[in-house]
């Protein structure tokens, strides 16, 4: 199958780092492939895995949208398809709670295509609240045929990151890429505006599946925040490279000029 991207947009998603991952990854003989933080999974969807896949993600509605896209993309695609891009039918959309399963994907992707920046977020009671884009868009409907196939044979499940630890086995490669914000001077500002996205406790969990990974002779990737703690937790586990890039999504006072993030992984340099 060629190549094909992510069909979704996602904050924080690494379309722009898949040159350096394939050219970092070029001739690994690696086992069974994990993305424990899939978002979009652009890294994935990138690639031809020889083994088994395993995705996974902590958002239920990403990974419904997922499942229910492996299972049957038609029945998905015949709920899009009733909907108008429009800012009338986009707030009606919003407002609804489908309980059909293939509904409840296709009102996601729906959603993800037509609001704002294509951010998810939730209020306190759990419900999407991002306004309308102001551009009509359309779901790549020809896309998701393409994406259920390449999501036959995988392993999707909602879970905490730390539950693959139980499945790596030697030879392995993990594709790690935490949620965090574009990094920022000020270390304060960077840890405690993480908190609400993945706190400093959480990136010493995910310290502590690395150590795990490289014991069991695995391979991992690690994509992160270009910041002083991240580097301090980080910097033993491998090999760490400085990566720069556009930043491309975020809200009216958002910083969106170049940003540098951290790549950490124990794959060796080649000659």
Same mark, same amino acid.
């Given at each position: 199958?060629?190549?094909?991207?992510?069909?979704?947009?996602?904050?924080?998603?690494?379309?722009?780092?898949?040159?350096?991952?394939?050219?970092?990854?070029?001739?690994?003989?690696?086992?069974?492939?994990?993305?424990?933080?899939?978002?979009?999974?652009?890294?994935?969807?990138?690639?031809?895995?020889?083994?088994?896949?395993?995705?996974?993600?902590?958002?239920?509605?990403?990974?419904?949208?997922?499942?229910?896209?492996?299972?049957?993309?038609?029945?998905?695609?015949?709920?899009?398809?009733?909907?108008?891009s429009d800012e009338e039918s986009y707030y009606k959309i919003r407002r609804s709670?489908?309980?059909?399963?293939?509904?409840?994907?296709?009102?996601?992707?729906?959603?993800?295509?037509?609001?704002?920046?294509?951010?998810?977020?939730?209020?306190?009671?759990?419900?999407?609240?991002?306004?309308?884009?102001?551009?009509?868009?359309?779901?790549?409907?020809?896309?998701?045929?393409?994406?259920?196939?390449?999501?036959?044979?995988?392993?999707?499940?909602?879970? +905490?990151? =730390?539950?693959?630890? @139980? !499945? #790596?086995?030697?030879?392995?490669?993990?594709?790690?890429?935490?949620?965090? %914000?574009?990094?920022?001077?000020?270390?304060?500002?960077?840890?405690?505006?993480?908190?609400?996205?993945?706190?400093?406790? +959480?990136? =010493?969990?995910?310290? @502590? !599946? #690395?150590?795990?990974?490289?014991?069991?002779?695995?391979?991992?990737?690690? %994509?992160?925040?270009?910041n002083s703690a991240i580097l301090e937790i980080f910097q033993s586990t491998g090999?760490?490279?400085?990566?720069?890039?556009?930043?491309?999504?975020?809200?009216?006072?958002?910083?969106?000029?170049?940003?540098?993030e951290y790549i950490f992984t124990n794959i060796p340099e080649r000659n």
């Open positions: 199958m060629a190549q094909i991207t992510s069909f979704i947009r996602w904050a924080g998603g690494k379309s722009w780092l898949v040159p350096y991952v394939k050219e970092l990854i070029e001739g690994l003989d690696y086992n069974n492939y994990f993305e424990p933080f899939m978002g979009g999974a652009s890294i994935f969807f990138s690639m031809e895995h020889p083994h088994q896949s395993y995705l996974s993600d902590i958002n239920p509605e990403l990974v419904n949208t997922f499942c229910a896209i492996k299972d049957d993309p038609q029945a998905v695609i015949s709920f899009i398809k009733g909907y108008r709670n489908p309980k059909n399963y293939f509904e409840i994907a296709a009102r996601f992707l729906y959603l993800n295509a037509n609001s704002f920046n294509g951010i998810y977020r939730v209020n306190r009671q759990g419900q999407y609240n991002v306004p309308y884009g102001k551009k009509e868009k359309n779901v790549n409907c020809d896309r998701l045929i393409e994406i259920s196939e390449k999501l036959q044979n995988v392993d999707i499940q909602c879970q +905490d990151f =730390y539950k693959i630890r @139980d !499945l #790596i086995n030697k030879r392995d490669l993990v594709f790690l890429d935490p949620p965090y %914000t574009v990094s920022k001077n000020n270390n304060h500002f960077f840890i405690q505006y993480n908190q609400h996205l993945f706190s400093l406790d +959480d990136q =010493y969990r995910l310290a @502590d !599946l #690395i150590e795990y990974i490289i014991s069991q002779n695995a391979w991992f990737i690690l %994509t992160n925040a270009h090999r760490v490279i400085e990566k720069e890039r556009k930043s491309l999504i975020g809200g009216k006072n958002a910083f969106r000029g170049n940003v540098q």
